[in-house]
């Protein structure tokens, strides 16, 4: 299939699992995850209807940004891979949202990176919701700590929480970890009385599922570029 065939299909099953909970498609954003993908396939999705891309590494998509921002004047850009200290600075030029808070250093560099160029920078907080070593993420019960930490910084909005659950081929058993995200982002609402616009979790994979527990943001990689090329 072509990525524009993909896109169409996508856009229908988001709007399928949206309506099964009254929700609208409009209030989903479609991340297309393009890690590693050539910009030409960029193009071709956002041609095909897609205004959200998201990237792993800040120096690739830094590049595509270069590259892409004459011909997709429409799309914005939001970082989906851990970040490093030392990137911050690029990541806040490029990037309109950053996915990947997870530390207090981390938003120290974000806050003070951003100040510089007059910018406020908007955040999700990353949960590494299956505490696997492999992952980025705080953990579960760290999530107030460091959401309260950030709260302060004059220049960074805190948007939501993200998530990457642990993987298995039984897409259902991913819910538990969606539902528990959600959990987290309905406690730290009532007990700080700070609106959470976002709950960015499901992929390609799982990304009806995730809708179907709350999920405003769905990173799609695969089901839109097909299986991804390593060079």
Same mark, same amino acid.
């Given at each position: 299939?072509?990525?524009?065939?993909?896109?169409?299909?996508?856009?229908?099953?988001?709007? +399928?699992?949206?309506?099964?909970?009254?929700?609208?498609?409009?209030?989903?954003?479609?991340?297309?995850?393009?890690?590693?993908?050539?910009?030409?396939?960029?193009?071709?999705?956002?041609?095909?209807?897609?205004?959200?891309?998201?990237?792993?590494?800040?120096?690739?998509?830094?590049?595509?940004?270069?590259?892409?921002?004459?011909?997709?004047? @429409?799309?914005?850009?939001?970082?989906?891979?851990?970040?490093?200290?030392?990137? %911050?600075?690029? %990541?806040?030029?490029?990037?309109?949202?950053?996915?990947?808070?997870?530390?207090?250093?981390?938003?120290? +560099?974000?806050?003070?990176?951003?100040?510089?160029?007059?910018?406020?920078?908007?955040?999700?907080?990353?949960?590494?919701?299956?505490? @696997? +070593?492999?992952?980025?993420?705080?953990?579960?019960?760290?999530?107030?700590?460091?959401?309260?930490?950030?709260?302060?910084?004059?220049?960074?909005?805190?948007?939501?929480?993200?998530?990457?659950?642990?993987?298995?081929?039984?897409?259902?058993?991913?819910?538990?970890?969606?539902?528990?995200?959600?959990?987290?982002?309905? @406690?730290?609402?009532?007990?700080?009385?700070?609106?959470?616009?976002?709950?960015?979790?499901?992929?390609?994979?799982?990304?009806?599922?995730?809708?179907?527990?709350?999920?405003?943001?769905?990173?799609?990689?695969?089901?839109?570029?097909?299986?991804?090329?390593?060079?």
């Amino acid at each position: 299939m072509s990525i524009k065939e993909n896109v169409e299909r996508i856009f229908e099953a988001v709007k +399928e699992a949206a309506e099964r909970l009254g929700r609208r498609f409009e209030d989903i954003v479609i991340l297309a995850a393009s890690k590693t993908q050539p910009p030409e396939k960029l193009l071709e999705a956002y041609e095909a209807g897609i205004r959200y891309f998201g990237e792993n590494r800040v120096q690739e998509g830094m590049k595509k940004i270069n590259q892409l921002k004459d011909k997709m004047p @429409e799309a914005h850009w939001h970082l989906i891979g851990g970040l490093q200290t030392n990137k %911050a600075k690029y %990541a806040v030029r490029y990037f309109e949202m950053i996915h990947s808070l997870d530390r207090e250093s981390l938003a120290d +560099e974000i806050d003070k990176r951003a100040g510089k160029i007059d910018k406020i920078q908007d955040v999700l907080i990353e949960v590494n919701i299956g505490e @696997e +070593e492999s992952k980025y993420g705080v953990k579960p019960e760290d999530v107030k700590s460091l959401f309260e930490y950030t709260l302060n910084k004059k220049n960074i909005r805190i948007l939501g929480l993200m998530c990457i659950p642990p993987y298995f081929e039984d897409k259902e058993k991913s819910r538990p970890y969606f539902v528990r995200l959600r959990e987290i982002k309905e @406690e730290i609402e009532k007990e700080f009385r700070y609106p959470l616009h976002h709950l960015s979790m499901g992929m390609s994979h799982d990304f009806e599922i995730a809708i179907e527990e709350g999920a405003t943001i769905v990173r799609i990689g695969t089901a839109i570029f097909g299986e991804r090329v390593y060079s």
